[in-house]
Each structure stands twice: as C-alpha cells, then as structure tokens.
C-alpha cells in the first residue's frame, strides 16, 4: 500500500520535468521515462494485491474530519494492473511518438497528473478523495484534449468534454451525498454497512448511471466521447480509451456491486438494455466513420456497451443467489476490460503513427501504406484481429466466456429477464459481427489498396519506441488469447470478494483449455486453436511449395480493359459501409442519400450526397441545449431590475425559506 | 493403443474432411446438370480443376502485398479446422473440446475477414464490391448463426457438438425451437456458402457476383486454395446440419471396424441426400437482388432469436 501511494506521488512529481527549462527533447523523454518506469513498477505491485488480502491507509489530507482513505482490495488491484498496464505502453510508445509533437508543453506536465489521479480514483476509500481524485483525472484529460486548442474542432470537443464531465461528477456527489446519508458517513466502509431502501437504491443506481456512464460513454451519454478521444495526441488517446473507460467501469462496479449492498433483480434491467443498446449503436456509428480515430473511439462505446451488459447478468445472477454464474459473467466483464485495454491501445498507437507519418487521420485519404509500414500494419492486423472477436486472439476468449453466461441466465426465474436477455444477447452478437465487418473497412482502408493521397504514397516507418509498443500490445493479445486461463484465474479474487462465487480453476485443465462450468458443457482451448491453424498453414503452405509450383509472376491487376484507372476508382471508406448503411443506417441512424443528376444534354457531373443523423443527438441534446438558452434568455431580464426588486426577491426568498424550516424542521 | 487409435481417428477425421469435399460440390454441380437436363461435368471434375490450378504459376497484381499471399492459406487452415471440428461419423474424438460451435463459427469469422481483406488489396472496385457485400451479408448471417447456437446449446445444455450430436441421438425429440432453428441454419448456409438466392456460384456478373468478385484477383495454387476451403465450407454445413438434426449413424464411443464403416456409409448417404436437396432448391428458385438478401436473412436472424426465447420462457419448447 505504501509502495503504491509513494509511485502515485512520484508521478505527481514526475510533472515536474515538464515545467524544467531543459530542452524540448529532454523534457519529452524525462517525463514518458519516468512515467513508464513508474508505471511498471506500479502495475507489478498491483497484480500481487489480486490474491493477497486487502490493505488500507488513512492519510492527514483532505477534509480535516475525514482524512484521506485508501485501501488496496482485489477488486482495485485488478483495474490498477490494467490501468498502469496500458500506461505503461502508452508512455513507452510517447517516448517516441511524443518527439513529434508540436508543443510538447501542453502535454506534458498534465500527463503524469492524469496517471497519477486515475490510480487515486482505485485507491480512493471515501467519497471525497474518491470524488476529488474523479475531478483532477477529469480535468487533467480535458487539459490533454485541449493541447491542440487552436484547432477549431478541438475547442468544441474540449467544451463539451467539461460540461458531459462535470455533469457526471455532479451526478456521482448526489449519488454518494445520498449513500453517505444524513450523518455525513463518507468513508467507503461506513456506506457499506448502510442498508437502503428501494426507493433510494433506484435512485442511487440512476445516479451512478449517469455519472459513471457518462465517463465510459454509455449511449446516451457518449456524445463527448467520440469528439474528445481523437482529438487528444495518440498516446492520450490511447490512454482515455483504453484506461479512463475502465476506471469508469470501476466506479460502477464498486459502488454497484460494493458500496449498495445485496441487490434486487430489477437493477440489471437498465444496465442490460443500455449495455445492449450501446454495444450495437457504438459499432454501427463506428461503420459510418470516415475519420480513423473516431472509428476507434466509436468502437470504445461499443466495447463498454458489452462489458456493461456482462456487468447487468452478473448483477442479475448475484442477487438471484446463482454466484458461479454471477462469478462466470463477472470475470468474462472484468476479462473484457483488460482485452480492451490492450487491443484499444494498440489500435490508437497504430493510428498515431499513420497521422505521424502521413498528417491524414481520413481513411478516404490513406491507404496502401502496408507497403511503406509493414510492422505497424502488421501490429494493427493484429488488433484488428483481437477487437473483431476472431480466435487464437484475446477479445473471442472473453466474448466466449460473455456468450456461455448468457446461456446459463434461462436459470434466472425472473420473466423480465427471460425475454430480455435472449434480445441482449442478439444485440451481442450483431455487434460482434459488426466489429469485424467496422475493422476490416477500418485495416483494409488505411493499410490495403493503392495510395489515396500523395501523403499516404510517401509514409515512412514509425520510429523504434513506438513500435516496439505497438508489438508488445499485439504479442500480449496473441499471448492472453492462447493462454486465458491464466488471466481467468487471476481474476477469481475479485469475483469471490464482490459475488462471493468463483469459477472452476482454469490451470488445472488439461492442455489449457477453458472449462466456464463443465467439461461436458463448453470448452474452448485458445492454444490448441492457435497449434491446429499454425500447423495447418504451414503443412499446406510446405506441401504446396514442395510437391505443385512455388513459381510467381507479376502483372497489372485486371481493370476491365479500362486503363488509368487511379486510386480514385478504388472503394473508398464510404462506399464500403454503403450496404450496411442501407440495411442498418436507414433505421437506427436515419441515414438517406440524394442523387442529383444532371438535366439531359448537361455535362455537368452527377452527384450523390449521404446523410447521417445522430437521432440522439437531434431529439434529447439539441432540444435540451434549446431549452437552457430559452430559460437563459428568460433569465436574462433579471439583470436589468431596479434595487427595489432586487429587495423584495430576496425578502419573498427569506420568507420562503422560514416556512420551509417551519414545516419541516 | 487407446491414444494412438483417437489420434489416428482424429486425423482421419481431418484427412476425410479435405477429401471428401471437393467430391461434394462435384456431386452438387452434377445433380444440378442432371435436373436441367444436362449432361454436367463428371463428380470428379473439382479434383482435377485443383490440380490444374495446384499446377499453375500464381500472377500477382503489381501492388499487392503480403497479406494477398498469405491470406489463401488463413482461409484455407482456418476453414479446414472447423470443419474438422464437427463430428462426421465418430463423436467425442480427441480434440473436439478444444473448440465449440461458438469457436467454429468464429473460425469460419476468421476466413472472412481475411478474405475480405485480401479482396481490398489489390485496390480494384471488384474487390470492394465483394468485400462490401461479403460484410453486409457476414454481418446478419453471423448473429443469427450465434442465435441459432443459441437455441441449440439450450436445447442439448452445451454448445460442444459432440455432446449436443450425443443428446439429439438419446434424449432429443420434436421440438418448436429446433423447427425455427433448422429453417434458420438451412437459410444462413446458403448465405455462408454463396448459393441461390444469395449469391450464384457460376457467374462473374460485376451486378450479382459476391464470392466471386473477392477471389477475381487470385489465380494458381492460391486460387485452388480458396476453392478447396469453399468445398469444405459447403462441406462444413452439411455435416454441422446433419450432426445436430440427423444424427443417426454416428458412433458414439465406437469400437469395431464394422461400426465406423457403417457410420461412414451412413455419412456419406448423408452427404448425397444434402447435395440432392442443396440441388433441386438451386434449380427452384431465383437469385435475389442484393438488397433484398437481408430481408431473408433478417428472417433467420429473427427465427433464431424467437427458438432461444422460447426457450428462455419454457425448456420444455
């Protein structure tokens, strides 16, 4: 615990080097250096903590009456490994991509800050560090997505970052306010031993909703997050996407499942359905984008949509007693969560290094750059691989795990459950589907084809730190997928202490294969998958080569007989997606095109427009936005009163405000 | 003795598999020309295309890369091993548990997405035709896939095929959901493999053409490659439906030669009525526009969601 809180102090010191009066250069690599070398140091302390049992600190700081609570349990233990895991990558990678900054001073001091708060916010054991470490980590992030700020669209995503961030913060202090109660109790340990009522649970869990759910960007709260994400440099990105998303995810965990008590059946519903929900609109808005990173950041929201559903099933199964089952769903959430982390982040590092060395993030303006960076696409490849839920790789492991809790809820006796869960898990599984489909348009636009852009035709390599960062993220979502059992076994302390249930022990199975609830029932075996398609490719490919020809000959691709065609002819990003878009767009998104021909006889050319709506957007921000400016303007007579009116206001509050007193008091 | 003789049965499993395809789409092509009255090309006529092609130079775009050249060879192991995975006449055989129906389908995943990105290498607008229309197909016929697995796993309480091929052959009867199910696998099969009315397997029309317009580019042994993983992909379906909706013959913890030869004949008399029937529908209806391929598929997705819900409400439908 000690070890833990000097590293998040040093982090708060490693800012430092940012402000020093050294060279651009030198501050870059003082600042990523140290961040990595403490972050590493950090995640091996944490991943001990799963097993051990819990710890805890009181510090002098803070509210005079409360002091500074901190307590290191499984639960915090496993969201600090994967947190300081992909700050660890992540710092690495900027000890290369961060050279290439512009103004490296906008990002460096708030870097370390960010870091250290998200570790707080796991560490933090009661309601005001928690909140005020929730704050800085906002801030910080806000900090970093503004350090481009003079681009136009930055400013808009920086604003409306801080108003979707302090209303979720605003959110989580009403939700602690209520669980602290009357006395004020807001240390972590205090609140667990409150019983609630119903009616109050129900409102608490509105409230968390709200506040967690908008930090990981559960729809409909995601608005900020695909404006915010990309527009932060890469390895920030990066960072939001792969970490600050799952300590959102911690949040909710560990005031749903922790702080609230026992819970009732009926909380899993919001969950199941928002987790369904965003799963499917997260990728289909993915599968709309042109822009490389809000792709990604699109399929973030998608991701969340499924580690909260999971996160409902357990809830679901907790409080109808079934705890292996809630131990399966919880440990497939928790899985899910570090998969994430580690394919999101490769993801982000890989776009960092297109913009890097292309200054385009527009798919319609790259392409055919695997020629000109083979060990960066192939590390893209890979967590393309990963995110689209294909085996040997880490994200199939544990969408499996999330499909096996699914078929295990028909146990649920609840009828409200028993239909909506086969609809949750259609929604899974269409997200699944899309994924795949969202990431090969998203590897096969950027990487394959021919050069759309003079940019793209000149890309160079990324430098050495950036790809060894980008290989270490693909070598650990090979290595989790072959070997999941590992990481499965890992997470069972956590699921003990939160649904007092575990899943059987992974390691002790045969050959390593995964077995959720028994043998006869499902098994998956990452490694031997992984073994079958090695071989199997490498006795076709010797075969081939040994016995029928290994001869090659190179020639133009076919063009119909109409040459010069260029790369304009290829498909672009748009027209890939234009199938899915009429099937799916139409309904979910509202998405029409317009053909504008030209009259006869004209030579101008034919036009065809789409059109994309975010019907979110358009039927609950845009009205809201216009309710507060009309009750702004309303207000806005206010200023211009005599001191008369001014008086009598304040007396009608007084007057007011007594009979308040005298009614309730 | 006992590890040896599963390892042997194991391998015969795939080397039959590998087989025994391109013989059915020989058997498919031929009862297709025999009922439009045609002569047709001889059953054997897939092997020996494969071996021309085996023979063959590979041409190569000027600009393809890499995953062009490799890709044939994902697609082809990655469809060979789930097929190997489906019990054809043995259930239970050595390394079945190491993937289930889920793991099978996202195998089958995994070639796509690298068929689909192989397409859009070569920056032709073939290729993306393809791809583009692959995807959109893909992205309804997976998910009812999964519900289709969905309804079955319930029905069996796994999702290993060979314990749910044990317990349709003991303990399964008539059922509403595994109904809905088999219209929605029947449909989502002829969407996988590129059939009538998804797709028409012998065309190279730019307004129709699907699978085709993804491989245009291939030639030689990679071409015979992605040949070979259709025949099996084709082959893959009719034994995955023919395991879980006729699963007699299978031999169950076998012993005796005269018991496999037996579940062979039974496997292949399979094989043949699936190929009868995969032939006259062929010849009964009409390709669909392109747009309309997800109404259909829309219908499985929705039939195997109406199975698992039945389900859900009573384990008894």
Redesign the interface.
């Known amino acids: 615990m000690g070890g833990l809180l000097g590293c998040v102090a040093a982090l708060f010191a490693a800012s430092f080097f940012g402000f020093l009066p050294i060279r651009r250069h030198s501050a870059t690599f003082a600042v990523y250096g140290a961040c990595f070398a403490i972050s590493i140091v950090l995640c091996a302390l944490s991943i001990p903590a799963i097993a051990a049992p819990a710890s805890s600190a009181l510090l002098p700081l803070g509210l005079p009456w409360l002091g500074a609570h901190f307590r290191l349990d499984a639960l915090a233990a496993v969201f600090l490994a994967i947190v300081d895991l992909g700050a660890a990558v992540a710092s690495f990678y900027a000890l290369g991509y961060g050279t290439h900054e512009s103004e490296p001073r906008r990002v460096l001091p708030f870097y370390p800050i960010f870091l250290a708060s998200m570790n707080l916010v796991i560490l933090a054991a009661d309601a005001y560090s928690f909140l005020f470490a929730w704050e800085l980590m906002s801030l910080t992030s806000w900090a970093l997505v503004m350090s481009r700020h003079r681009e136009a669209a930055t400013a808009r995503a920086g604003f409306v970052y801080l108003l979707m961030a302090s209303f979720g913060t605003f959110a989580l202090l009403l939700a602690f306010g209520i669980l602290a109660g009357p006395d004020g109790a807001f240390a972590f340990d205090a609140i667990q031993a409150r019983p609630l009522s119903p009616a109050i649970s129900a409102l608490v869990l509105a409230l968390v909703l709200v506040g967690a759910g908008s930090k990981a960007g559960l729809v409909p709260l995601h608005v900020w997050l695909p404006l915010a994400h990309p527009a932060a440099p890469s390895h920030v990105s990066a960072l939001m996407s792969g970490a600050m998303t799952k300590v959102a995810v911690y949040a909710f965990i560990r005031i749903s499942f922790d702080l609230m008590g026992p819970p009732a059946w009926w909380w899993s519903l919001p969950l199941l359905l928002l987790g369904g929900i965003t799963a499917a609109a997260g990728v289909l808005y993915a599968l709309m984008e042109t822009d490389l990173k809000r792709v990604l950041a699109y399929s973030t929201i998608e991701n969340i949509g499924i580690i909260f559903a999971a996160l409902g099933l357990a809830l679901a199964f907790k409080a109808c007693e079934l705890n292996g089952a809630a131990a399966l769903v919880l440990t497939a959430a928790l899985f899910h969560a570090f998969n994430h982390m580690l394919f999101k982040s490769g993801l982000f590092f890989g776009a960092g290094a297109v913009i890097v060395a292309t200054g385009e993030k527009d798919m319609e303006r790259l392409?055919?750059l695997?020629?000109r960076m083979?060990i960066s696409s192939g590390a893209f490849?890979i967590a393309c691989?990963a995110i689209?839920?294909?085996?040997p790789f880490n994200g199939?492991a544990s969408e499996?795990l999330i499909?096996?809790g699914?078929?295990v809820?028909?146990q649920l006796p609840q009828?409200g459950l028993?239909?909506l869960?086969?609809?949750i898990?259609?929604l899974l599984?269409?997200s699944?589907?899309?994924a795949?489909?969202c990431?090969?348009?998203a590897?096969?636009?950027t990487y394959?084809?021919?050069a759309r852009s003079k940019a793209a035709s000149e890309a160079r390599e990324a430098d050495r730190w950036s790809l060894t960062a980008m290989t270490i993220c693909a070598a650990l979502c090979l290595l989790t997928g072959i070997f999941p059992g590992l990481v499965i076994d890992a997470l069972q302390p956590a699921a003990l202490a939160l649904v007092a249930g575990h899943m059987p022990a992974q390691t002790a199975n045969a050959?390593l294969?995964i077995v959720p609830v028994s043998?006869?029932?499902?098994?998956?075996?990452g490694l031997?998958?992984f073994g079958?398609?090695g071989i199997?490719?490498w006795l076709?490919?010797a075969l081939?080569h040994r016995f029928?020809?290994r001869?090659?000959?190179?020639?133009?691709?076919?063009?119909?007989g109409y040459p010069g065609?260029g790369?304009i002819?290829?498909?672009s990003a748009t027209?890939?997606?234009?199938?899915?878009r009429?099937?799916?767009g139409s309904v979910a998104l509202g998405t029409y095109e317009e053909v504008e021909m030209a009259p006869p006889g004209d030579t101008a050319p034919a036009r065809l427009r789409r059109f994309i709506r975010d019907p979110i957007w358009d039927f609950a921000y845009a009205p809201l936005a216009g309710g507060i400016g009309w009750v702004a303007t309303l207000l806005n007579h206010l200023q211009y009163l005599t001191i008369r009116r001014y008086l009598s206001f304040v007396f009608t509050t007084l007057v007011l405000l007594l009979s308040v007193l005298a009614i309730w008091g | 003795m006992g590890v040896i003789a599963a390892l042997l049965m194991q391998f015969g499993q795939m080397v039959l598999v590998l087989v025994l395809a391109p013989a059915v789409t020989g058997l498919v092509r031929k009862m297709k020309a025999r009922l439009q009255r045609r002569v047709g090309p001889p059953i054997l006529q897939p092997y020996r295309d494969l071996r021309r092609l085996f023979g063959k130079d590979v041409v190569l775009a000027d600009n393809s890369s890499w995953l062009f050249r490799a890709a044939p060879y994902v697609i082809f192991a990655a469809t060979w091993v789930a097929a190997a995975l489906i019990p054809t006449f043995q259930t239970g055989l050595l390394f079945s548990w190491s993937g289930d129906l889920i793991a099978i389908v996202a195998l089958l995943g995994l070639a796509r997405f690298f068929q689909a990105a192989a397409a859009l290498d070569t920056g032709t607008s073939f290729g993306g035709i393809g791809a583009s229309r692959e995807l959109m197909i893909a992205s309804l016929a997976e998910p009812a896939m999964i519900m289709i697995t969905f309804t079955v796993a319930l029905v069996a309480g796994s999702t290993q095929l060979s314990t749910i091929a044990e317990f349709m052959l003991t303990t399964g009867g008539l059922r509403v959901s595994l109904g809905l199910a088999l219209v929605a696998l029947v449909i989502v099969a002829l969407a996988e493999n590129a059939r009538i009315p998804f797709d028409n397997p012998a065309t190279h029309l730019e307004l129709t053409m699907v699978h085709e317009a993804m491989v245009l580019e291939y030639s030689g042994r990679h071409l015979a490659l992605i040949e070979l993983a259709g025949s099996l992909r084709l082959l893959l379906y009719m034994s995955l439906i023919a395991c879980i909706f006729a699963p007699i013959g299978l031999v169950v913890g076998g012993t005796g030669l005269l018991v496999h030869a037996g579940a062979l004949v039974a496997y292949m008399l399979k094989l043949t009525v699936a190929s009868l029937l995969l032939a006259t529908f062929e010849m009964s209806v009409a390709k669909m526009r392109i747009f309309r391929v997800s109404d259909l598929l829309g219908i499985a997705l929705m039939l195997g969601l109406l199975g698992t819900l039945l389900l859900f409400v009573s384990g008894g439908m």
Do not use: E
Not at chain 1, 575 to 580: E, G, H, K, M, N
């Open positions: 392409g055919g695997i020629h083979p490849l691989l689209a839920a294909l085996p199939f499996w499909f096996q699914v078929l809820s028909p009828m028993k239909l869960v086969p609809a898990g259609v599984a269409l699944a589907a899309l795949a489909a990431f090969v348009r590897f096969g636009m394959l084809g021919r050959w294969s043998a006869s029932r499902s098994s998956y075996n031997m998958i079958f398609l199997s490719v076709s490919a081939i029928a020809s001869a090659v000959r190179r020639a133009p691709f076919w063009d119909c065609a790369p002819a290829q498909y027209s890939l997606a234009q199938p899915l009429r099937v799916f």
